[in-house]
């Protein structure tokens, strides 16, 4: 008997435990859960809005050199990568004349043959009358003179050019700058062509002044009215280790270019790199360009703001005890970095901010 009464008021402990728990989580569940926030402090800070515009390094100006006249490259001097002087020889064009010029040309050396040995025996006889002193000086000199214009003219038939007047052959192929060659797009037996009317014409090599650089890239259309000629860029150039370099915007095109659906206006900036850091042409660089700039101004994370129109937000908290309780208040803000915006009039340095909602 006893046994059973025992297990009678177990049983009713139980039920009445059962459903007391459950009176209490039906309570907890019918209460209004407190959410509880991060809270963030304005801090003084200095802010930039920037650009980005990609691009290439390249020499302001490369120079194209081509022969001044057509034939086929007999040697050639210098390879890409080497320094070369202005004036300094890059290679020499063989001329190969046709055959009717050929056939004209062996004429005028058998002409000039003939002239130039009469006037080596009109100059002989001349010049034993002189010795003799049987003429003036002034005639003798007259058939001095006659005798080397007539060499003169065989040279030039046969050679093209006399050899006191070698440096000038348009068959030596000379830089017009000093700089370094960048390339060089022939080989001693290719065929060259001058430039003409029909035709640009063969190119010899491709020289540049590699101490006067540029970048030149895109940028958006979005953005290219807040930049100007003069503005300083920053270069940041992937192959050195992304090293940085400072530049200076120097041109802004006025006409944009559709490119993936948006238009891209061209932009050039002149680079400033120390001597002790060798840059070639080709090379790939980000260009970032300060929009606007904002120094010692309030500021909170922009994620914290609440558009509204023109009208703009933050929760500023006025309690903490027994829950957080947050006040709605309107600002003034001004230019944002895309992280963090200024903050002109609304609140202080001392309030605290509603932000992101604290996890369980």
């Keep these: 008997m006893k046994t059973k009464k025992f297990l009678k008021i177990a049983l009713l402990v139980v039920i009445a435990a059962l459903f007391i ?14 959410t509880v926030y991060e809270t963030i402090v304005p801090e003084v800070t200095d802010l930039e809005k920037t650009t980005v515009a990609t691009g290439k390094v390249e020499p302001r100006d490369e120079v194209l050199i081509k022969p001044q006249i057509s034939g086929i490259i007999a040697e050639a001097y210098k390879e890409a990568g080497q320094s070369v002087k202005q004036g300094e020889v890059l290679a020499k064009v063989k001329v190969i004349p046709e055959l009717g010029q050929l056939n004209s040309a062996e004429s005028r050396v058998r002409l000039a043959e003939i002239n130039a040995a009469q ?16 003429i003036s000086a002034e005639e003798y000199e007259k ?3 006659s005798v ?9 038939v046969k050679e093209g050019i006399t050899k006191n007047s070698a440096s000038f052959s348009s068959t030596l192929i000379r830089s017009t700058i000093t700089g370094l060659i960048l390339d060089v797009p022939i080989k001693v037996g290719n065929s060259v062509i001058m430039s003409n009317t029909f035709n640009d014409g063969t190119t010899i090599a491709t020289v540049a002044n590699m101490n006067d650089l540029i970048f030149r890239g895109n940028i958006d259309e979005t953005e290219v009215g807040r930049v100007h000629e003069g503005m300083p860029v920053k270069l940041t150039i992937g192959a050195l280790q992304n090293l940085s370099f400072d530049a200076t915007l120097e041109y802004i095109s006025p006409k944009g270019v559709e490119e993936n659906g948006a238009n891209q206006f061209e932009i050039k900036a002149a680079i400033a790199a120390p001597d002790s850091v060798q840059i070639r042409s080709g090379y790939s660089a980000n260009a970032e360009i300060v929009l606007d700039r904002a ?14 129109g023109d009208s703009t937000f933050v929760y500023v908290m006025t309690d903490s005890v027994p829950v957080q309780k947050f006040e709605r208040r309107p600002i003034q803000v001004g230019m944002s970095d895309g992280i963090k915006i200024a903050i002109k009039s609304g ?3 001392q309030d605290k901010i509603r932000g992101t909602e604290k996890k369980d």
């Design 295 to 308: 120094q010692k101004t309030l500021a909170v994370p922009e994620s914290t703001v609440e558009f509204n």
């Design 143 to 145: 058939g001095e003179v």
């Design 347 to 349: 609140i202080s340095a």
């Design 21 to 34: 728990w459950t009176f209490v989580f039906l309570y907890q569940k019918s209460q209004p859960k407190v």
């Design 119 to 134: 006037a080596e025996t009109d100059f002989a006889r001349t010049q034993k009358l002189y010795n003799d002193k049987l």
């Design 148 to 156: 080397k214009t007539a060499k003169d003219n065989l040279e030039i």
